[in-house]
């Protein structure tokens, strides 16, 4: 290390990243607006439903999406259901007639259903270890 060099102060880089943030959102805001399709969202219930909707509706006020977003996709939780609704609502109130659905995540009703799938065999499966086992030792 050079027994020279001055390290920044807190304020100065707190100053630092907050410019960077600032450059980066008005970056994401021009890729945004210059976008000429539709946008959808993806999320995992972290919270209620009604923060979590409120919270993807400050981002998409943030980024003027308000017209660009067509579907958010999540999980099949029912107050993802609410929420979904609730979501378009907001978006209907603020910007007017909008083309928007809630969609299910393909990979977790994949996983649900291997899952299930997995309990329905799992003594068909515990059998068939048996049996192999079984004639492996004789």
Request: hydrophobic share 35%; aromatic share 8%; charged share 20%.
């Amino acid at each position: 290390l050079d027994p020279q060099y001055k390290l920044p102060t807190r304020q100065t880089v707190s100053n630092h990243i907050w410019q960077l943030y600032k450059q980066e959102q008005e970056q994401l805001r021009n890729y945004f607006e210059n976008l000429n399709c539709k946008i959808s969202i993806t999320t995992d219930i972290w919270s209620s439903c009604i923060f979590l909707a409120e919270t993807i509706f400050k981002i998409i006020e943030n980024f003027d999406l308000g017209k660009k977003i067509i579907s958010v996709t999540a999980d099949n939780a029912s107050n993802m259901d609410t929420c979904g609704q609730l979501l378009s609502n907001i978006l209907e109130l603020h910007h007017g007639s909008t083309i928007f659905c809630k969609l299910r995540c393909a990979a977790h009703i994949l996983n649900l259903a291997v899952t299930d799938s997995l309990s329905v065999i799992k003594e068909s499966t515990k059998k068939t270890r048996e049996f192999a086992s079984y004639i492996r030792r004789s």
